[in-house]
């Protein structure tokens, strides 16, 4: 459902930087991210690599008062996430894969890639 409510949002918002970021009045953006209990889940008990999402960050938005936590986890042990998917919508919940090209870039902090997701009929 998550993903689902993310792409629906960087469709209906992106290339506006500030529609994307949704900030509030008093400057606080808001935008879903992962929990982290899903991200352990999903690479400590599917053994994931990766996960991916429409927004900027892996945490949601509202949830950063204690830094990127999610992310810092994702990073800290050996995995990698992939921002500012486009076209989630399209993809079903189950039974897809999502296949990216990356280049193996020595210190950079992040790059563009080239994703795209198969789904068996």
Do not use: C
Request: glycine share 8%.
């Amino acid at each position: 459902m998550l993903r689902r409510a993310s792409s629906v949002i960087g469709r209906n918002r992106w290339p506006s930087q500030s529609k994307f970021e949704n900030l509030d009045d008093a400057g606080q953006a808001h935008y879903p991210g992962w929990d982290l209990d899903a991200l352990k889940f999903i690479y400590e008990q599917r053994h994931v690599t990766a996960n991916g999402h429409e927004t900027f960050d892996t945490d949601t938005a509202t949830k950063q008062e204690n830094g990127l936590v999610g992310e810092y986890y994702v990073l800290s042990h050996g995995h990698y996430q992939v921002e500012l998917l486009d076209n989630l919508d399209l993809v079903p919940a189950t039974g897809a894969y999502i296949h990216i090209s990356v280049p193996k870039a020595e210190k950079a902090p992040g790059f563009p890639v080239r994703a795209y997701a198969v789904v068996p009929e």
